[in-house]
């Protein structure tokens, strides 16, 4: 009785919080600060791809594997930049370390322009905040 029981918890909260976190359905973003590109993954094929803008010198874009850990949709703004104060827009935040977050930004040029954020076109912005739940694996690399 107690294995049935514990088994329709284990279906119960796998069919509750998706297939994702079984390696189903698995959703990943890869930044690339060297061509300047992120790449979304669904079931590890390609599904979108477009520029980013990455830290510029002395503000560098941290590197590793992270997860997005919390998302503000539109009305996202900076509590740091501009400096005193903040105000920042960053429409369709996902900060995955720390101050970090990928979000959308009016201007995103072929160099690296951002405080460190990952910055990216707001229709991409957009787009991958609805394609990415909380906890999905970011990679930002070089």
């Not at 329709?8 to 930044?31: L, P």
């Not at 830290?55 to 997005?68: L, M, P």
């Not at 850990?69 to 369709?92: D, E, I, L, V, W």
């Not at 912005?125 to 930002?140: C, N």
């Amino acid at each position: 009785l107690m294995f049935y029981k514990k088994l329709t918890v284990f279906i119960t909260a796998f069919i509750a919080f998706g297939f994702s976190s079984y390696g189903y359905a698995k959703k990943r973003i890869v930044v690339d600060l060297s061509d300047h590109r992120f790449y979304a993954y669904n079931n590890g094929k390609l599904v979108r791809s477009g520029l980013i803008s990455g830290g510029s010198k002395g503000r560098r874009t941290v590197t590793g594997n992270f997860r997005i850990q919390s998302k503000k949709g539109y009305n996202c703004f900076s509590s740091k930049y501009p400096r005193p104060t903040g105000g920042a827009h960053m429409p369709y935040c996902q900060f995955f370390y720390k101050g970090y977050a990928i979000h959308g930004h009016r201007y995103v040029p072929r160099y690296h322009a951002s405080h460190g954020c990952v910055r990216m076109g707001l229709n991409d912005a957009r787009w991958i905040y609805s394609f990415a739940p909380t906890g999905t694996e970011i990679t930002v690399r070089h």
